[in-house]
């Protein structure tokens, strides 16, 4: 049984990508899945921070120095709200947990690799989609705290930076487990 419509695989020595068509997933994104194969000298692709990925290209030496340099910033989670009215988060985390095999870290949360996903009620105001991610950063946090007020998308009381319609939460890298 197909749980939802796959739009787009590529398969390659050693990887495969598959993109899902977001109209029966709740949450309105197009999620993709990665997966690689272990390959010599790489270690545990679980718990390695740095590992090959066949979006960058074949040539890993080339990008995972650039990987290295911004090694200060990890995403942490990313918030979804549900279409217009839609109340039922658990269905949604239900849904998301059997299509990709993940488990609920929390009633409204599912636990990826690297990464959790929230999910948040629908309202009437706003369209189904991506409407936060939380990144840590290491020791530039204040620097881009204050170039997001420099730049006029600092919202002080939601202690976020707005851009692209989504909001943009910064914490320090040291503070990773205290909201995970």
């Known amino acids: 049984m197909e749980l939802a419509k796959v739009i787009y695989t590529n398969r390659e020595e050693g990887s495969i990508c598959v993109q899902y068509h977001p109209k029966n997933i709740k949450g309105g994104l197009i999620p993709e899945l990665d997966s690689h194969s272990p ?30 340099r911004h090694s ?70 204040d620097d881009i705290v204050e170039q997001a007020k420099k730049e006029g998308v600092w919202d002080e009381r939601e202690r976020c930076a707005m851009f692209l319609g989504i909001k943009w939460w910064f914490v320090k890298q040291e503070h990773i487990k205290s909201i995970l």
């Open 39 to 68: 390959q010599d000298g790489m270690g545990d692709f679980i718990v390695n921070k740095f590992a090959p990925w066949h979006a960058c290209g074949s040539d890993y030496a080339s990008y995972s120095s650039g990987m290295k």
């Open 72 to 141: 200060n910033l990890q995403f942490v989670q990313i918030l979804v709200q549900l279409a217009p009215g839609d109340k039922d988060i658990m269905s949604a985390v239900k849904q998301w947990e059997q299509l990709f095999g993940v488990e609920h870290a929390s009633r409204d949360e599912l636990q990826f690799t690297n990464c959790r996903v929230r999910f948040v009620e629908g309202c009437n105001e706003k369209m189904e989609g991506l409407v936060g991610i939380v990144l840590a950063v290491g020791e530039r946090f």
